[in-house]
């Protein structure tokens, strides 16, 4: 990170306490975090996500992406993720700013602005990049407008605008415009994961996914997976162990309560996949949970 950037990050951090920060700005948000000592699950969307300091790891299904301070990642999908947060080697917080993506206005800057020549070739749907000056020149103009929210409804859309600019015109120009565009096989398997995600508590086959985002089985499959490195299904699960996740964690449910929530029929299935993906039973983190909460 330049050192421009440093002066108005202190500034920010001086009034505010580790925890996510929705700042004042539409879609933007500050995150601040002492540091995490295990992997938490998290729902990535599409977004843009800079490291201010610190560092972070996201894995999914079988890939680990790890990035620091003076680098983002690009999220072109929702995608079911687990993720850590590090302090940086100064004991500093994790400090991150995310512009949640705005396929409209995206589009908007794209057809302003000259012909790209990439190829309609499919991106991975997760990628990271280093900052460069004009991008960090952004973002420090943009922790300066959270401490001043008279400016914001001038000076937000602008400020926006010139961010996904420099996105656009830099080395995930490519995969933005894959977000914004119908051509291309992105479109149509994010069209796929918004009907997972409204019936991911039921079975389904994979056909039911195809039709209702235009695609052959062979094909949803095959571009699924290049994408979000994950089956239909496999999504579907990381989905409903989410949200079984938060309703325990939560005090809404019981083991098997959470479990036949989500859609699973066997309590016992769904405890093995539970331990499979987050490393703990159901029952252990219900009982971290309770004694959390009692306070010691």
């Given amino acids: 990170m330049d050192t421009h950037l440093l002066s108005p990050l202190e500034t920010v951090l001086h009034s505010i306490q580790p925890g996510t920060l929705k700042s004042n700005i539409p879609r933007i948000d500050l995150h601040v975090d002492q540091g995490q000592e295990s992997e938490n699950a998290c729902q990535y969307r599409a977004m843009a996500c800079f490291i201010l300091q610190g560092s972070k790891r996201v894995s999914f299904g079988d890939k680990v992406l790890r990035y620091e301070a003076g680098h983002y990642?690009?999220?072109a999908l929702d995608l079911p993720l687990m993720g850590q947060v590090y302090s940086d080697a100064q004991q500093r917080p994790y400090?991150?700013?995310?512009l949640v993506l705005d396929p409209v206005l995206l589009n908007e800057l794209i057809l302003s602005m000259p012909v790209s020549s990439?190829?309609?070739?499919?991106?991975?749907?997760?990628?990271?990049?280093?900052?460069n000056r004009e991008l960090e020149d952004v973002l420090a103009r943009a922790l300066v407008l959270m401490g001043r929210p008279q400016d914001v409804p001038v000076l937000a859309p602008l400020l926006e605008r010139e961010l996904l600019y420099r996105l656009l015109s830099g080395p995930h120009g490519k995969l933005l415009r894959q977000i914004a565009s119908a051509k291309g096989p992105l479109p149509k398997v994010r069209k796929a994961i918004g009907w997972i995600g409204q019936n991911f508590d039921r079975s389904f086959k994979v056909e039911d996914v195809g039709?209702?985002?235009?695609?052959s089985r062979a094909s949803l499959n095959r571009s699924f997976r290049e994408i979000t490195g994950l089956s239909p299904l496999q999504y579907q699960k990381q989905l409903r162990l989410l949200e079984a996740r938060r309703l325990l964690i939560g005090g809404e449910h019981n083991v098997s309560g959470a479990a036949f929530a989500v859609g699973y029929e066997s309590s016992s299935q769904f405890s093995r996949d539970y331990l499979r993906h987050f490393?703990?039973?159901?029952s252990e983190d219900l009982r971290r949970t309770a004694h959390a909460n009692s306070g010691f």
Wanted: overall charge negative.
């Fill in 279 to 282: 490393e703990a039973t159901p």
């Fill in 118 to 131: 990439d190829g309609e070739s499919s991106e991975f749907g997760l990628s990271t990049a280093p900052m």
């Fill in 95 to 98: 400090v991150a700013l995310t």
């Fill in 73 to 75: 990642l690009v999220s």
């Fill in 211 to 215: 039709v209702a985002c235009g695609m």
